[in-house]
Nanobody, 126 residues
């Protein structure tokens, strides 16, 4: 079983940037798509971005493309989420997860994913 550890979450001012990392251990994740989700207090976990096995294909939630970038380094077994121009309503716990071999329409739903990290907290102050 793979273990996922997110890091990089912190307090940032509105308009600022953060880079989150998701380090995997236990097995390689290079053969699976990966995703990022976020969950604000009192809200459901929401899709943020996903990346294919090779990193050549990426998907984003509406309104995030252009501000957020997802990337991966398979040699390091790590996936990244670069977030720019952050807004206060993007305050949430951010989670990474392992998916399956091929991205499908279900990639935007939490139920498609297999393994989850514990999350990293991002707070955006106004």
């Amino acid at each position: 079983q793979v273990q996922l550890v997110e890091s990089g979450g912190t307090l940032v001012q509105a308009g600022g940037s953060l880079r989150l990392s998701c380090a995997a251990s236990g097995r390689t994740v290079s053969s699976t798509a990966m995703g990022w989700f976020r969950q604000a207090p009192g809200k459901e976990r929401a899709f943020v971005a996903a990346i294919s096995r090779s990193g050549g294909t990426t998907y984003f939630a509406d309104s995030l493309e252009g501000r957020f970038t997802i990337s991966r380094d398979n040699a390091k077994n790590t996936v990244y989420l670069q977030m720019n121009s952050l807004k206060p309503d993007e305050t949430a716990d951010y989670y990474c997860a392992t998916g399956w071999e091929h991205i499908t329409r279900a990639t935007v739903t939490p139920g498609w994913y297999r393994d989850w990290g514990q999350g990293t907290q991002v707070t955006v102050s106004s």
